[in-house]
């Protein structure tokens, strides 16, 4: 009987023990929702949206031959003297200026040697001239000379160095990564700065492609107006030369409808005050041409010049911006790491 008994004590003995196993399996373990790390800091960091900006504008200032106003009032003189007869003070105090640089035998020679191929063709001898410019740059006469002015570029004659302003550039430097660690949250928080920073570089490249081929095209279109502004400077100067010539035509002929109430002397000194003033107005046209072709270049150097200044300035607001995005996702990540015993814990 006892035997038996025993027996039934250690069936019962073992249904228990299987019993509280059974209560031990790891099923209710898994059934615990798993725990999902946040970290707010990080969610909205990125950069602002690109906004260009447009070159300084380039301004271009055409050069001018401007005539005599003391050339003018003898001119207009002349014209009265037929019906008039008389002589006025402005036309013999002409006559006097030029009488201090040319004796008036000199003159009578001078006029004499023009013919109608220099006036039309404009072209003169070496000789003559340099005879002409002593005689324009002479004291006594230069009031009665035309003048000019030279093309400019954003306000700069051309031959005068146009300097492009220089603008500082920015490289980012991007934080070390978190390293070490692998604590779940601290993991996790390292994980989602390293998507930020993805986003960040990614949108960095974008804006940074999109400014450099800003500055590409316009660089590109700043070279290309070049050869087609160049081949239309002369069609804007025959007109010019047209309107001298024909002024020194008629000119001449008032002077010759009045030859005998002048005289010879006074005659020759105002026909070579009216063939030098012709010629030295034809030397400046010549000058403010060749300038005017080199206005063309310097205007694409301002253009470029401005759009580097343009594209220097974007891409340091880029890398600016970058900079501060960084920074700010850096301090968030560092946070939440310091704070990461607070999350899933309970504490």
Request: proline content about 4%.
């Amino acid at each position: 009987m006892k035997t038996t008994a025993r027996r039934i004590s250690w069936i019962m003995y073992g249904l228990l023990l299987g019993g509280v196993m059974y209560n031990c399996k790891t099923k209710d373990v898994a059934s615990i929702t798993p725990f999902t790390y946040t970290f707010a800091g990080l969610d909205n960091i990125k950069l602002p949206e690109l906004t260009q900006t447009a070159p300084a504008a380039v301004t271009v200032t055409a050069g001018t031959v401007t005539s005599s106003t003391l050339a003018a009032a003898v001119t207009s003189a002349l014209s009265n003297i037929s019906a008039t007869g008389e002589i006025p003070a402005v036309v013999k105090q002409a006559g006097a200026d030029i009488a201090q640089t040319v004796p008036a035998e000199k003159a009578a020679s001078l006029v004499s040697g023009f013919t109608p191929d220099m006036i039309n063709s404009g072209a003169l001898s070496a000789e003559m001239k340099s005879q002409m410019s002593a005689i324009a740059s002479s004291p006594a006469l230069k009031a009665y000379m035309p003048s000019f002015t030279l093309p400019m570029v954003n306000g700069k004659p051309i031959g005068a160095r146009i300097a492009a302003p220089t603008v500082a550039t920015t490289a980012a430097a991007k934080a070390a990564l978190l390293g070490g660690d692998v604590d779940a949250c601290k993991q996790g928080a390292t994980e989602a700065y390293n998507t930020v920073l993805g986003k960040l570089d990614a949108t960095k490249a974008s804006q940074t492609s999109t400014v450099n081929a800003t500055y590409t095209q316009l660089e590109t279109a700043a070279n290309g107006d070049v050869a087609g502004c160049q081949a239309g400077v002369p069609a804007k100067y025959a007109p010019l030369r047209s309107t001298l010539k024909e002024q020194l035509t008629t000119s001449l002929a008032t002077l010759n409808s009045i030859k005998s109430i002048l005289g010879a002397d006074l005659y020759n000194q105002l026909a070579l005050m009216a063939y030098v003033g012709y010629f030295q107005a034809l030397d400046n046209v010549d000058t403010i041409q060749s300038a005017d072709g080199k206005a063309c270049t310097a205007t694409k150097d301002a253009k470029i010049a401005a759009a580097k200044v343009a594209r220097d300035t974007d891409l340091n607001h880029i890398n600016s911006n970058y900079n501060t995005a960084l920074t700010e996702a850096t301090t968030a990540r560092d946070k939440a790491i310091a704070s990461c015993h607070n999350q899933g814990t309970g504490g």
